[in-house]
């Protein structure tokens, strides 16, 4: 036995990668994915760490993925941490950039790599990019200078709270807008983080039930509908703005927005674009939200967007002081999710 190999946890949910064929369609195979990892000589060959599964049942479709989901994934992860040098999570890629933005907030003081990752195709098909992805992933797992919640995908390595999902069938599924690989393995360039405390201890904090949920502007949308949709989520919204964070300017949609936050929502002002952000003054449209209580998303995904705004919200103590300090933290870089 190499004593020198590092030992990495493989946590598999689910998703695409460990499919197989049935004539109702492609469905999940309990044990295939593991017995790969397992009796597959390339994965205990030179330059792989030392391998152990934890595979869940049922296997999820990562549509199917709900906060509880994601505590699990965390907790999981918390209740091994001083046994492995690193995690891999096997995800579904649908929503595999929402649980990467989640678990970033969740796991504080992380010092060793989280890597998320998964597949296009399964693993059984001729030409999949599983094979690719997965011993990636693994090996990277294993490099302490890439601790924290990260996403590999076609070659690399992403902030996994600055990670997108922009393609539904390219291998290249992922994006980081704004901000640069931090590996990529086509080029043999990397920028790893700084240096973390691999011996830190990692704290936990589940996502609980809030009544969150995100608005689109579009052009006609009425304030009678604004309205209607804030009524089911009281907690707080992510409001998706134009270009730099703008709105219509109306009387009657201020007011509602105004009554809004001083009722205790907290309303976020999130652009619908990829790139760029939030950047509030340019427009007048801007500056009224702000007089409203928006808070500006500045750069921030939509993921990153509401799973920081899920955990804020999720923190001990009586609501109103976790919603004042809730507004208060928003604006912070937290854990990498805002790009200066």
């Known amino acids: 036995m190499d004593n020198d190999k590092k030992n990495v946890c493989v946590i598999y949910t689910g998703g695409t990668i460990g499919m197989v064929h049935s004539e109702a369609g492609l469905r999940p195979e309990p044990g295939f994915l593991s017995g790969v990892l397992r009796d597959s000589p390339v994965f205990h060959s030179e330059g792989f760490p030392r391998i152990d599964v934890v595979e869940y049942e049922p296997l ?14 965390a907790g999981d992860i918390c209740s091994r941490y001083r046994d492995y040098d690193g995690f891999v999570v096997v995800h579904g890629t649908d929503t595999m950039a929402w649980t990467a933005s989640a678990l ?30 997965l011993s990636g992933a693994l090996r990277l797992a294993s490099c302490p200078e890439f601790a924290g919640v990260t996403v590999f995908f076609d070659g690399q390595l992403l902030r996994g709270n ?3 999902k922009t393609h539904s069938r390219k291998f290249s599924a992922f994006s980081s807008p704004d ?5 990529d393995i086509r080029a043999d360039d990397a ?4 240096a973390a405390d691999q011996q830190a201890t990692v704290t936990f904090t589940p996502i609980q039930p809030v009544k969150c949920g995100v608005i689109t502007l579009f052009p006609g949308i009425s304030v009678e509908q604004i309205e209607t949709m804030l009524t089911a989520m009281p907690d707080g919204a992510i409001l998706r703005t134009f270009g730099s964070g703008n709105s219509s300017q109306s009387d009657d949609l201020m007011k509602v927005l105004r009554r809004y936050t001083l009722a205790g929502g907290i309303l976020i002002n999130h652009s619908q674009c990829l790139g760029g952000g939030v950047d509030v003054g340019i427009y007048a449209g801007s500056s009224a939200l ?7 998303a500045g750069n921030m995904t939509l993921e990153a967007a509401m799973t920081k705004l899920m955990f804020l919200l999720s923190q001990e103590g009586e609501r109103e002081s976790v919603i004042a300090t809730a507004r208060d933290r928003y604006v912070l870089n937290i854990a990498g999710e805002l790009i200066a």
Do not use: C
Not at 191 to 194: E, L, V, Y
């Open 191 to 194: 920028s790893p983080a700084p």
């Open 290 to 296: 702000q007089q409203a209580g928006a808070i500006p």
């Open 104 to 133: 970033s907030f969740m796991l504080q003081h992380l010092g060793k790599p989280v890597i998320l990752t998964g597949s296009q195709i399964p693993l059984v098909d001729e030409g999949s990019d599983a094979f690719a992805n």
């Open 162 to 164: 600055r990670t997108v």
């Open 179 to 183: 901000s640069p690989a931090l590996s």
């Open 60 to 73: 999820l479709d990562s549509s199917d993925m709900a906060p509880d989901d994601w505590n699990r994934i």
